[in-house]
């Protein structure tokens, strides 16, 4: 073959190879890797990052995409601590129950319902929640071999109550026989409210019983105070006059202690009257008879004793000189003499 044979059944030439702007290969590039980054997401993270690129191309950028209700929220909103059974198997048969109905319904379905688990994070203010168990929480043993209460863990003295729980679900007020297993704490816990406003009513109690003590007692004081007054009022009316007849009984009574007084000096001092008698038991006035009758001149010393008496109250007090006065003037008087 000759060479000009092969220069004739030579194949085409290729074409020239195009070479694209630098802008369209990285705009190739990105798309190439958001869609294999789409591909490794799941449905719904796929939804949210094409809702986010679509606001963010089209849309307010200032705005943040709506958020979007899941089931767990479907449920959270639709969830019912205990559902009615024969009502709700007649409104599924009508299919009068939504989608977030029938999936909180079926979520309950699968819970564990012969102990509850409690939430005391509020139990000083009386506030407990309560509920069912999952099953992992079944195959661990919370809240039946250990305690019931969320924040603890303790397996020792454990203890089963019936509650009866009052709760509001959906604006209606409903209650429910819950059993619960507590631990010694915190069954203080799930009583604390209750207790301490016993001991608030006790102490109140105690109070009022302590203020009925002492009004009682006043008012028997102030009646005791009262007929004393009474009494003394009575007598002086049955007396006559009242204050004047007071100043006749306070004037006699002070007239009979003063008497007193005197019989009692008389008879601590017996020579206290011997001085206004004379040598041998004569008086100024008269004398004392041996047979033991008085005469009446006797009788007028004895008024003037009295009365003398009654002067040596008004005396000057006389000081009795000691053993070592007495001595001085004794020694001074017989022996003054030898030492002149």
Known sequence: MSRADVYRNRPPARAAAVVA???????????????????????????????????????????????????????????????????DAGAARASALSWEQ????????RLFKEYALADMARYREGAIGLRWRTEKEVFDGRGQFTCGNKACTSNEHLSSFELNFAYVEHGERKQALVKLRLCRDCAEKLHYKKRKEQRREERRAAKREARARRKRRRSADSCSHSDSHSAGAGDNDDNGNGDG?????????????????????????PGATSSHCGRGGKSDEGETRDDGARDPKSDVAGEAGAEAGADIWRKKPVLEKTQGEEFDEYFDEFCGSLLV
Request: hydrophobic share 30%; aromatic share 8%.
């Open 102 to 109: 029938r999936l909180a319904k079926r979520y309950h379905d």
């Open 245 to 269: 007849d007071g100043k006749e009984r306070r004037a006699a009574s002070a007239k009979h202690k003063q008497k007193q007084r005197r019989g009692e000096f008389s008879e601590r001092n």
């Open 21 to 87: 702007p630098r802008g369209e290969m990285i705009a190739r590039a990105n798309a190439s890797a958001h869609i294999s980054e789409l591909r490794g997401l799941s449905g719904y993270a796929r939804h949210r990052r094409l809702l986010v690129s679509y606001h963010s191309a089209y849309g307010d950028s200032s705005k943040a995409p709506p958020p979007m209700r899941t089931d767990a929220d479907a449920i959270r909103e639709s969830h019912r601590f205990l559902w009615d059974e024969g009502e």
